[in-house]
């Protein structure tokens, strides 16, 4: 079966940095998606990878390797704005997007 | 600005009741998605539209119909709502060549059953 995994929970200080994985197993690859969810809200794009390597935008920085099966979420000078849930997604062969349950993540002043 | 648009934000029905949700865009994506989403769960997708094309998820139940009469709209029809189908509703776009494919959501339905 096709499995996205990352942790349910996490939490960081104001002005710190967090980094949230996801490791993933699916049927191909076609690319991995970050979303940041607020609670009631829906999601919206962070960041996208398909090859490997660190991509930077701003304050957030999500990294992929493929022969591990891994990313990562690099969040850095945290605000209290950032607190939300954190979604992993993946394009598999079929172009099907397997969603991770998402990450909340919770800044403490 | 370009958006996805959902009608209503917060949707209270009763059990049995049929209930419509809906989607609209102006981002003129050819691609639309519907999802339902419970607390602390991943989106799970009910079905999606490549242009007029539909295509149901194998685990959707038949209670959950589709309507896409344009471009621009997507329909969510529930016909039965029972308890467990309290949710929130998400529709995304996304635009064709396939690739990136980023999906961009709507800012959701909250239905409550009664």
């Known amino acids: 079966g096709q499995n996205i995994d990352q942790p349910t929970e996490m939490t960081a200080t104001e002005g710190a940095i967090v980094q949230i994985n996801c490791t993933y197993q699916?049927?191909?690859?076609?690319?991995l998606f970050w979303y940041q969810q607020h609670a009631g809200e829906a999601p919206t794009f962070l960041s996208y990878?398909?090859l490997d390597g660190l991509e930077e935008k701003g304050r957030f920085s999500s990294f992929l390797s493929r022969s591990k099966g891994y990313s990562y979420l690099l969040l850095k000078e945290l605000q209290m704005k950032d607190s939300a849930s954190y979604l992993c997604?993946?394009?598999?062969?079929?172009?099907?997007?397997?969603w991770g349950a998402g990450t909340k993540l919770i800044i403490k002043p | 600005d370009a958006m996805v648009i959902q009608n209503p934000r917060y949707q209270v029905t009763q059990f049995g009741k049929p209930v419509t949700l809906s989607c609209s865009q102006t981002?003129?994506?050819?691609?639309m998605y519907w999802y339902q989403q419970k607390s602390s769960q991943a989106p799970k997708l009910l079905f999606h539209?490549?242009?007029?094309?539909?295509?149901n998820e194998a685990d959707t139940p038949d209670n959950f119909q589709s309507r896409r009469p344009n471009t621009s709209f997507c329909f969510l029809d529930i016909r039965s709502p029972g308890l467990g189908d309290a949710a929130m509703y998400l529709c995304?776009?996304?635009?064709?060549?396939?690739?990136?494919?980023?999906?961009?959501f709507g800012p959701g339905t909250r239905l409550l059953v009664l």
């Open positions: 995304a776009t996304s635009d064709f060549p396939r690739g990136a494919e980023t999906q961009y």
């Open positions: 981002l003129n994506h050819n691609v």
């Open positions: 539209y490549y242009d007029k094309d539909f295509n």
């Open positions: 990878n398909v």
């Open positions: 997604a993946v394009k598999d062969s079929n172009y099907q997007l397997i």
């Open positions: 699916t049927s191909g690859f076609n690319g």
